[in-house]
DNA sequence: GGGACATTTGCAACATTATTGCAAATTTCC
DNA sequence: GGAAATTTGCAATAATGTTGCAAATGTCCC
C-alpha cells in the first residue's frame, strides 16, 4: 500500500481522487504550494470548492500546514512526520527565493530562540527568510 | 506641525484627509492593521479604493511594511524609524496572540540569527510567533 | 489670495478569490 | 451487494482586489 493512503486512513479519511490527487502533488512537491497551484496542475480536474475543501480538510487533520506569506496568498506545505490534528506546534523555517519565487520548507534548518518581553507566551514561531536560493544563485 | 504631517511631506506626498486618517490610525494603534480594519474605523469615510491606494503608497514610500499571515489576509505595521521606500530589508518578530487576536510588533526584539543551508542567501527574515500576549495571560 | 498644473479621490465596472446549501455521486462497512 | 455516511459538484452569493476615467482636491508660484 502506497504511503499515500496511509496517510489518508490513517487520518480516518475517505479515499478519493481528489484527495489522492492533491496529496500526491504535495508529496512530489518540495516546496509550498498555493490553491491556485493546485488547480493548475490538475487542470481543473476537481471543482474549485473540492479543492478548497480538501486542503481545508488536511489542514484539520494536520497533513499540511499553512506558511505565512506576506501578500495575500495562501501557501501549504506538507507536515513531515506527526503534525497533531488540529493543533500544530511545531516550529518551521521557510525560504522564499526573491527569483524563482518559490516556496521552500526548511524542514533541517534549526530554529531560533526568541526572547519575548515579559508577559508573552510562546506557542508556535514561524521564521520567513527570502532571498536567493541554491538553485537560483 | 504634527509628525503625521511630517512624515507625509518627508515622502513627498501630498497631504490629504484619508492620507491623514489613516496614518493617524497607524500611529495610534501598537498592533498591526488590516484593511478591513481600516475600512472598519473610517466608517467608510473613503472610498475602498482610496483605502487600497493609500496602503499601496505607504508600503512603497517605506512608511508602512506588511506582515506575514498565515490567514489570507494581508496585515500592515508601521514602519519605526528609516525603512528604505520600496526596499525594505529590515528584520522585525512580529507576535500574534491566539486569544485577542492582534498582531503587535516587537521592535526591541533582536532577531535570531539563522543557519540556511549552503547556496542559500539571506536577506530579510521575518518571524511571526503566535501565543498569549501580554495583557491576555 | 488666485489660478494653472499636478495629484488624488470616488464612482462604476469588472476580475479574482472564497463560502454555503443541497442534491447527486461516491466511499465505507457490514 | 446494499444501506448509511461521507464527499463531490453545481449554483448562487459574498468578500476582496483592480482598472479607467472624470471630478475634486492639493500644490506651487506669482
Not at 499553512?66 to 503534525?83: E, Q, W
Not at 493543533?87 to 530554529?111: A, G, M, P, Q, R
Amino acid at each position: 500500500m502506497e504511503a499515500l493512503l496511509n496517510i489518508l486512513k490513517k487520518n480516518q479519511l475517505s479515499v478519493t481522487e481528489s484527495r489522492k490527487k492533491i496529496l500526491e502533488l504535495f508529496l512530489n512537491s518540495e516546496g509550498a504550494l498555493a490553491h491556485a497551484d493546485i488547480e493548475k496542475s490538475t487542470d481543473g480536474s476537481y471543482d474549485r470548492v473540492t479543492v478548497y475543501r480538501t486542503l481545508q480538510t488536511f489542514v484539520e487533520k494536520g497533513i499540511i500546514h499553512n506558511i505565512p506569506t506576506t501578500d495575500n496568498s495562501i501557501l501549504y506545505a506538507l507536515c513531515k512526520d506527526n503534525c497533531e490534528a488540529g493543533h500544530h506546534h511545531d516550529n518551521h523555517v521557510h525560504f522564499i527565493c526573491d527569483v524563482c519565487d518559490k516556496t521552500i520548507c526548511l524542514e533541517h534548518v534549526s530554529i531560533p530562540e526568541v526572547k519575548l518581553p515579559k508577559g508573552f507566551t510562546q506557542k508556535q514561531t514561524d521564521v520567513v527568510v527570502s532571498g536567493i536560493c541554491d538553485a537560483c544563485k
